[in-house]
């Protein structure tokens, strides 16, 4: 189980990959690409599984805020799916 130190960590680089995803200026362009090469866009859907709805939730916003919302209904479903499982 985690500490909720850990999670309070990972809710804190969640919050700035998601800043970080929302610039929009020549220097990062392509960002968003190099986030995805890089295995990053992977990591923020298996954190769609984490056990700490927090986790969860900030994962989610993250991959609607800067990726094709249709890409993620599937991924959404199951998520949504295995939070509600007993």
């Given at each position: 189980?985690?500490?909720?130190?850990?999670?309070?960590?990972?809710?804190?680089?969640?919050?700035?990959?998601?800043?970080?995803?929302?610039?929009?200026?020549?220097?990062?362009e392509?960002?968003?690409?190099?986030?995805?090469?890089?295995?990053?866009t992977?990591?923020?859907?298996?954190?769609?599984?984490?056990?700490?709805?927090?986790?969860?939730?900030?994962?989610?916003?993250?991959?609607?805020?800067?990726?094709?919302?249709?890409?993620?209904?599937?991924?959404?479903?199951?998520?949504?799916?295995?939070?509600?499982?007993?």
């Amino acid at each position: 189980m985690l500490d909720r130190s850990d999670v309070e960590l990972i809710l804190a680089l969640l919050k700035a990959i998601d800043t970080i995803l929302g610039l929009e200026s020549r220097e990062v362009e392509g960002i968003i690409d190099l986030f995805d090469k890089l295995g990053g866009t992977r990591r923020l859907e298996n954190l769609q599984m984490h056990k700490n709805k927090e986790v969860y939730l900030k994962a989610q916003g993250v991959l609607m805020n800067h990726h094709e919302l249709e890409e993620y209904d599937e991924i959404d479903f199951i998520a949504t799916q295995a939070l509600n499982d007993p």
